[in-house]
């Protein structure tokens, strides 16, 4: 019996020793070798200072092209806006800039649907995940999760955990891959049309998502300039009428859901393909020099 006990022992401290080892090796690669996500595309704007910086979710990433704002306005303006992106993650990512000191003269926040979700991006999630322990910010974002002390503090739980995501495959292909928001500022265009799927809103606003009144009393708390709008929808879009509700729980809301009415310049019920990203991208560009 006194056998086994110290053979166990042995076994844990080699299975302990080889956990710190894989955590410390695969964190380091990850943070100090790799440069291929949108998180570490804005990580990569630190000290940087811009005319306008775009935040939301896939429907900014394949919406909004900077070179056509620029190029209109004569202005410096990027894209961070992060895939499947919730008033969670939008909040993160405004800290983030603060914390990076990433200036800008005005901020524009898609939102939409996902007004009411109090759910987070698995995008955002996973880019973040090797620099969890870098600053509080990106610590806090992961409080709610129910193996957030694991993911913190026990050696490669998060790499065995997202094997599919961030294994060892992944981490290997990660220390050749270019950053492809580094060309475009963060823009990522979507090609083709036709997809008949259609999009349906919420019937009604929640109004006790606590994310969005985080987010509201951090831009006033930080006297950022700031316009909250809505992307255009295509025109088969169901309960339309919750855009109008949306509208009103902001002092500033820029309505383009029915912007564009072509259908061909839609990827799919929500998203717009690349030639309609750029009428958007010049018709946004045009509000701005009128307001």
Known sequence: MKNFFFFS????????????????????????????SKFQFIKNQQNKKY?????????????????????????????FGVMDAKPKDILTLLKLSKFYNIKSDSIFIQTDYYYNSTGRSNFLYLDMLPFINENNIIKSYYYDEKDYLFLAYFPFYKYSKNGSKLGLRDLLASLFRKNEFEKTNGYIPLNGSGNSWQRELPKSVFYDNKFNKETLLFLDANSLNFVFFIAPLRNDTKNISFVSKLKRQYSTFWDFSASISNPKMFKNGYHLNDVGAQQFSLQFSNKIKNN
Do not use: C, M
């Open 51 to 79: 005319d306008y910086i775009f935040y939301g979710s896939s429907r900014v990433v394949n919406h909004i092209d900077p070179k056509i704002i620029d190029s209109s306005l004569d202005r410096t303006s990027v894209n």
């Open 9 to 36: 022992l042995k076994i844990l401290f080699v299975f302990i020793s080889v956990s710190f080892l894989l955590e410390t090796i695969y964190t380091f690669l990850y943070v100090e070798k790799t440069n291929y």
